[in-house]
């Protein structure tokens, strides 16, 4: 079963995509597990209602645009990063704690590996959407997935700071996840830039070698 990608042709319609069906399978049924298994489960429903939003938008725009298999493995692997933390409210997530005790870090950072991941994983995505349905240069197509990872990460650190102002206070805090640092937000907002700047130098050394093939 081939891979497309962002500058394949053809696409698989999604009814006939296989890889698609194999990915939405999985992450509902983890989805559903951590619904009743998670540690907090007021705060794993806020931390995923931005993704059933998400998912929604993407679903309602099959027609408008269906991205390449490449694309989806991109979005799921975040997606799934996400739940996984989401599963442990983030702050107590298990692969955290063993980084923290391991390098001995004042503070859990699996919530700073998300933020980076959702520019690594998701700044394909954007590149794809951008040459393909908005037919946008090569060359700015390039940077400009940089300051949308850039852009969301900060339009999305003013939603949690909307939630933790009306959430509980121990919800709040739980939910943004700040650990006592005061630059939390601006570290989160970097490294989702730093992210997909890193993953578009990546398809870009790697671009000549696959149209060898």
Known sequence: MPISTATTNHRTPIAENRLLWILS???LVYWIYGWFNCLILEDWALENALVIICLGIMIGSRKWHNLSDASYLCIFAFVMLHLFGAFYAYTQNIVGEWIQNTWNLWRNPYDRIVHFSFGFLMAYPYREILINKFKVSSKAAWFIPVEIAFSLGTIFEMIEWAVAEFATRELGETYVATQGDPWDAHKDIALAAL????????VYLIKPFLKRK
């Open 25 to 27: 399978g999985l992450m």
């Open 195 to 202: 992210g997909a700047a890193i993953a578009m130098g990546i």
